[in-house]
């Protein structure tokens, strides 16, 4: 293994255009062994192969004790001496289920594999000695040269060498990663870009013998560090040089790139944990409750033996018949025979048909998930899929949702709404609004959601100067790129709200047609006009505004700003009085959950500019402290502005989403958003997503971690109130959320108990809002919810970067997004919209656990009170393990007489309707609190089956004790009772009542007599006289009266404690479906879940920019020569010929509102 060590620690060597050292260390295995350095670009996310698929499906299977207790038994009953029941009579059942069960495994595997296969299909293009070649994407490997196309997706972390854009710039999404759909600017080395030519890159490329060290792979997506040795030099190299996997090449023509880490070391995957083996709490503690059931019943087993042992070393030699049966084995050994029939005889209590039905039921579960058209999506043809059928009754006991921001909570659409101008609030809020006629404008795209036809007339008309100079300002103050398609505009933004501005503008009139380093072209109504660019400040979130110093080209000098209402409204003329009607019109767009900036603009003498320019260049050549005293310089211009305007975006939710999160927070679900993006997005997102009240109390930065010090956090005792997110000091109510980002996150996880405390503390809060998080945080946040609660968590996202929380959550959701379909595959459950989680948790989700834990509860009590009937039985019989039924009884009890009933109730059985469940989620807390599966209620059910037990068999025996009695009448009397009494008691259990529950009660009971006559016939008999040795006994049974009046007795005495405890339920309590339906005439309030005088929530501008472009735009990178300053009216042959420079630049794209 080649590993070079260079400085700074950097190990990992890649040769560019070496393939053969490359391919000589790629990563190798044959099953648990592994050797090699370099992955390959093959994506694996299945888990079995054709060699590991049946020893490890096997080895998954037999975790379950039961499996295993079974595969035991088989084993005995292939001994004869110590046979009781014949051994096909478990063997049949055990393959069945492991047959089924390894049958689901494997197509959920090959699901996954198909859906790797559309990956590793994928086409690229290699540097080859013939030239570029098309491959497909697990034939890439590291150091090879890669070249990737407008719009294509990057195959693997790639070293951006160069590109067709000046100064190999180029742009990328990176949706699918942190799930930002804004673009971010990648540059190439200036070495690469000079000596490498984009126009001749073959050539150049193919001679290329760079080497590059840098660190070992790791899931950092915000850092790189490395160094580029080429012709004797060394260029260090940082994350503006990388271009990573799953990012999408945007507004730039072509790139070329080394394949720096390919496969499972990409950053992206090693982002992506491993797959794991997700159990249920209900199977958890089923496997306990089955162990426990295996130690009874080996140590009844071992009781009944040692009586056997006693009863044949004391009583059997006392009795002739018994001493010639004895062989002159010795009392101990027929002792340990004996312990080992019991064995045999009481493994029923553990049946096997408990596993098989099951499987059944939950295969069924994920079936009605599937055809639930509530949850079917028209729109892309997108059904809900429970993509694994183990964990349906965990949807019903989620007591954390941990969800992704982008794509998953909102649509990735920002809404130009509504607007504030000269005192009047302009804007249509209603669904049903009238598009404007935007015929007359040229540039118009369409799509605009704005509708007020007094804006349009009033901008057309020419008669408001402070409408004209508000869009004016919009179309000159932000860092929008423009290209051109088709004669018209394409913008590519640093921030969506940005986008969505420009692109109003657009609508209204005012066109951003291009910039240079020195100049803005504008269209205002036809006429283009050129400003003069002598200054741009760019936004930052410390600074939260933006600015532009232009001139007019009639040679006056203008600043515009924009940015959040806080920050504006203090910088205002003090002439200038901040008027009622604008915090009014603020306070109704914050009540709309629009996010909101303030528009202003500055008029500025020639002798401040050239004041203020000279300050601002000895700034820039100042060696220390520069970044200070850019800021003072900054705002000293920012001052004195005059206020235009007030815009108001939305942040398009997805439909239902705030309406989904507020019943999930009534049914006691915490919820949690983990994103990539910037604090201010995150909380204006839960604001209008109604994950928090617009009187919340945000908790973060120093005071998070003053609380978190303490030993007992509380958050009563926080009275501060954040001073960013409020613009008064009105008494608050006591409700809290706490914003934690990821450099405080990584803090948090390195000290243990800091991850108690906030899990604590989050407890007593409404949400918790985790921002700038790696996937990997994203897995460590689910991981420490895991560790310090107790409530079962689910994660939803829909992009490759939610992978690893969806994996490491007890349940993991993935929407079919727009973010690729890395989620979905890896995800447990699949949906369309996030609306479409109340019905799959509350309604699917409910059902579920509440099908489950009865079906479970039943099944181990009829078959605990059918095998102990044999313990009572052997008192009688001198501990000889003989069986109480018949062995036919004993293999058709559970899989055919008492299958059926039990399996309609685990599928078809409600407690409530689906909408009663949708109108009171608090009936959900059933499945938080675990109140149908615990281990009491596990512990009353094996009580009452041994209760069961007595009845059934002590009273026919006492009742016949007197009689004629037989052995074989004993036997059909008990096994008729038991079928009745389980009978009784599924037919108590069951609330909706379907045809096919009834059918199913008839034809079990049907399937009982007809068999039962049948097998005690006079021709099976003949057949088989030791198989078939009940000879007549239940056409003997039935005939008498008596018979039927022990096995009425016996079955109302059995079910007795159930109807009684049913009765005194009705009685005594009022339970909550009683609560509901006397609920139903009372009197509502009705109330706005905005509530007038509490705290005013105001958004802030650019909330999910990161850095703009402004210094490319300054620096003049990437652009084109200025043009000349000139008012003229744009014609179509000035758009066709492209005379202006800068504005007819042929772009492959689409019109983006």
Same mark, same amino acid.
């Given at each position: 293994m080649v590993r070079s060590k260079t400085e700074g620690g950097v190990s990992w060597e890649v040769r560019a255009n070496d393939q053969h050292f490359h391919k000589s260390l790629r990563r190798r295995s044959v099953l648990c062994l592994r050797w090699g350095r370099y992955a390959d670009n093959v994506i694996r996310s299945y888990k079995y192969t054709p060699l590991t698929f049946l020893p490890l499906n096997l080895y998954e299977q037999f975790q379950r004790a039961a499996n295993l207790f079974f595969l035991l038994i088989v084993i005995l009953q292939c001994v004869p001496v110590i046979a009781t029941i014949p051994w096909y009579s478990t063997m049949l059942p055990l393959l069945f289920v492991l047959l089924v069960r390894g049958s689901k495994d494997l197509a959920t595997d090959l699901g996954r594999r198909r859906s790797d296969a559309q990956i590793n299909k994928r086409p690229c293009d290699v540097l080859t000695p013939e030239g570029f070649r098309t491959v497909r994407w697990k034939d890439v490997y590291?150091?090879?040269?890669?070249?990737?196309?407008?719009?294509?997706?990057?195959?693997?972390?790639?070293?951006?060498?160069?590109?067709?854009?000046?100064?190999?710039?180029?742009?990328?999404?990176?949706?699918?990663?942190?799930?930002?759909?804004?673009?971010?600017?990648r540059q190439a080395l200036t070495i690469t870009h000079t000596e490498l030519k984009a126009d001749q890159a073959e050539k150049d490329l193919a001679a290329f013998n760079g080497v590059v060290r840098c660190e070992e792979p790791n899931g950092n997506l915000h850092s790189f560090k490395g160094e580029l040795h080429w012709k004797g030099e060394r260029h260090m190299l940082d994350t503006d040089n990388l271009l990573l996997r799953g990012t999408v090449l945007r507004n730039t023509d072509t790139a070329y790139g080394l394949a720096i880490y390919t496969g499972t070391d990409s950053k992206i995957l090693q982002n992506c944990g491993g797959l794991k083996l997700k159990k249920t709490h209900v199977e958890i503690l089923l496997n306990k409750a089955v162990l426990v059931i295996l130690v009874i019943m080996v140590t009844v087993a071992l009781l009944l033996a040692v009586g056997a042992g006693i009863f044949e070393y004391w009583v059997s030699p006392k009795i002739e018949v018994l001493s010639a049966v004895q062989r002159g084995y010795s009392a101990a050994y027929l002792g340990f025979l004996t312990f080992w029939g019991y064995i045999i005889l009481l493994s029923p209590s553990l049946p096997m048909s408990l596993y098989i039905t099951f499987e059944v039921i939950h295969m069924v579960h994920c079936l009605l998930i599937g055809w639930d058209l509530e949850m079917y999506w028209e729109d892309n043809d997108s059904p809900a899929q429970a993509r694994t059928s183990t964990l349906n009754e965990e949807l019903g006991q989620v007591g954390h949702l941990l969800s992704d921001k982008t794509g998953t909570l909102t649509q990735n659409r920002l809404l130009f709404r509504q607007c504030y101008i000269d005192g009047k609030i302009y804007g249509d809020m209603s669904q049903d609004f009238k598009p404007l006629d935007l015929s007359w404008n040229r540039f118009s795209c369409g799509g605009l959601k704005f509708s007020d036809q007094r804006l349009v007339e009033k901008l057309r008309g020419q008669n408001s100067r402070e409408c004209q100079e508000f869009f004016t300002a919009l179309a000159l103050c932000h860092t929008v790129m423009s290209e051109w398609k088709d004669g018209l505009p394409q913008y590519q933004a640093a921030s969506p709200d940005e986008e969505a501005l420009v692109c109003a503008a657009r609508e209204l009139g005012w066109v951003f047609l291009s910039r240079t380093r020195e100049t803005l072209t504008i269209s205002e109504l036809g006429l283009t006009r050129n400003y003069q660019l002598l200054a741009l400040i760019d936004f930052t979130s410390k600074r939260r505004r933006m600015s532009v110093l232009v001139r007019e080209p009639g040679g006056d000098l203008k600043l515009y700003c924009k940015g959040a209402d806080i920050v504006i409204l203090e910088r205002l003329h003090k002439d200038q009085l901040v008027q009622e009607d604008t915090e009014n019109a603020l306070e109704l767009f914050a009540q709309n959950?629009?996010?909101?900036?303030? $528009?202003?603009? =500055?008029?500025?003498?020639? %002798?401040?500019? /050239?004041?203020?320019?000279?300050?601002?260049?000895? @700034?820039?050549?100042?060696?220390?402290?520069?970044?200070?005293?850019?800021?003072?310089?900054?705002?000293?211009?920012?001052?004195?502005?005059?206020?235009?305007?007030?815009?108001?975006?939305?942040?398009?939710?997805?439909?239902?989403?705030?309406?989904?999160?507020?019943?999930?927070?009534?049914?006691?679900?915490?919820?949690?958003?983990?994103?990539?993006?910037?604090?201010?997005?995150?909380?204006?997102?839960?604001?209008?997503?109604?994950?928090?009240?617009?009187?919340?109390?945000?908790?973060?930065?120093?005071?998070?971690?003053?609380?978190?010090?303490?030993?007992?956090?509380?958050?009563?005792?926080?009275?501060?109130?954040?001073?960013?997110? $409020?613009?008064? =000091?009105?008494?608050?109510? %006591?409700?809290? /959320?706490?914003?934690?980002?990821?450099?405080?996150? @990584?803090?948090?996880?390195?000290?243990?108990?800091?991850?108690s405390r906030f899990v604590n503390l989050a407890g007593q809060c409404q949400s918790v809002l985790c921002c700038r998080v790696t996937p990997a945080q994203k897995a460590e946040v689910v991981e420490m919810v895991r560790k310090h609660s107790t409530s079962i968590t689910m994660a939803i996202g829909d992009g490759a970067n939610d992978v690893n929380m969806i994996k490491t959550a007890h349940i993991g959701v993935g929407?079919?997004?727009?973010?690729?379909?890395?989620?979905?595959q890896n995800a447990d459950f699949a949906l369309a919209q996030f609306s479409f989680l109340r019905r799959l948790m509350l309604v699917h989700g409910h059902w579920s656990y509440y099908r489950i834990c009865r079906f479970l509860?039943?099944?181990?009590?009829?078959?605990?009170?059918?095998?102990?009937?044999?313990?009572?039985?052997?008192?009688?019989?001198?501990?000889?393990?003989?069986?109480?039924?018949?062995?036919?009884?004993?293999?058709?009890?559970?899989?055919?007489?008492?299958?059926?009933?039990?399996?309609?109730?685990?599928?078809?059985?409600?407690?409530?309707?689906?909408?009663?469940?949708?109108?009171?989620?608090?009936?959900?807390?059933?499945?938080?609190?675990?109140?149908?599966?615990?281990?009491?209620?596990?512990?009353?059910?094996?009580?009452?089956?041994?209760?069961?037990?007595?009845?059934?068999?002590?009273?026919?025996?006492?009742?016949?004790?007197?009689?004629?009695?037989?052995?074989?009448?004993?036997a059909v009397i008990v096994e008729t009772s038991a079928v009745f009494t389980t009978t009784v008691e599924v037919i108590l259990n069951t609330k909706f009542w379907t045809k096919y529950s009834v059918a199913a009660i008839i034809f079990s009971l049907l399937a009982f007599f007809l068999s039962t006559l049948a097998l005690h016939s006079t021709r099976l008999f003949t057949l088989s006289p030791k198989d078939y040795f009940f000879l007549g006994a239940s056409v003997n049974a039935y005939s008498s009266p008596e018979v039927w009046l022990t096995i009425f007795v016996t079955t109302c005495v059995a079910v007795l404690p159930s109807m009684t405890i049913r009765a005194l339920r009705v009685v005594l309590t009022n339970s909550n479906k009683h609560k509901i339906h006397s609920s139903v005439n009372e009197p509502v309030e009705l109330q706005s879940w905005f509530q007038r005088g509490t705290l005013r929530r105001r958004s802030s501008y650019a909330v999910s920019q990161g850095k703009g472009f402004g210094k490319l735009i300054t620096t003049g990178v990437g652009l084109h020569s200025a043009a000349s300053p000139q008012d003229r009216r744009v014609t179509t042959d000035d758009l066709k010929k492209g005379s202006t420079e800068g504005v007819h630049r042929e772009m492959n794209g689409s019109c983006k509102v």
């Open positions: 590291t150091g090879d040269i890669l070249r990737v196309h407008k719009d294509q997706v990057i195959p693997s972390d790639l070293l951006l060498l160069c590109s067709t854009e000046p100064h190999s710039l180029c742009y990328v999404e990176t949706a699918d990663i942190d799930g930002e759909t804004n673009l971010k600017f959950c629009l996010r909101t900036l303030c $528009v202003a603009v =500055r008029s500025v003498p020639e %002798s401040l500019w /050239a004041k203020w320019s000279h300050a601002l260049n000895q @700034a820039n050549m100042a060696a220390g402290n520069q970044e200070t005293v850019l800021e003072e310089i900054y705002d000293q211009m920012e001052r004195e502005l005059m206020l235009l305007g007030v815009t108001a975006i939305e942040d398009r939710l997805q439909d239902g989403v705030p309406e989904t999160i507020e019943i999930l927070r009534k049914a006691g679900v915490k919820v949690w958003v983990l994103t990539g993006d910037k604090t201010e997005t995150a909380v204006n997102v839960g604001y209008a997503c109604k994950l928090m009240d617009p009187d919340t109390i945000l908790i973060q930065g120093e005071e998070l971690r003053q609380l978190l010090d303490s030993p007992s956090p509380d958050v009563g005792a926080m009275s501060k109130e954040p001073e960013v997110w $409020v613009t008064d =000091r009105k008494p608050v109510k %006591s409700k809290a /959320a706490l914003v934690i980002s990821g450099p405080e996150l @990584a803090e948090l996880t390195r000290i243990p108990e800091w991850g929407l079919c997004g727009v973010e690729g379909s890395q989620a979905v509860l039943y099944f181990l009590y009829k078959t605990s009170a059918f095998a102990l009937v044999h313990v009572w039985y052997s008192f009688y019989n001198g501990y000889s393990a003989q069986p109480m039924y018949e062995s036919w009884f004993i293999s058709l009890y559970t899989t055919t007489y008492t299958s059926l009933p039990i399996q309609c109730l685990g599928v078809f059985e409600q407690d409530v309707s689906a909408k009663s469940c949708l109108r009171w989620p608090e009936l959900y807390s059933v499945g938080q609190q675990k109140k149908l599966f615990n281990p009491f209620v596990v512990v009353l059910t094996l009580l009452y089956s041994l209760y069961s037990s007595i009845i059934l068999f002590f009273v026919p025996m006492g009742i016949l004790c007197e009689t004629a009695l037989d052995f074989q009448t004993l």
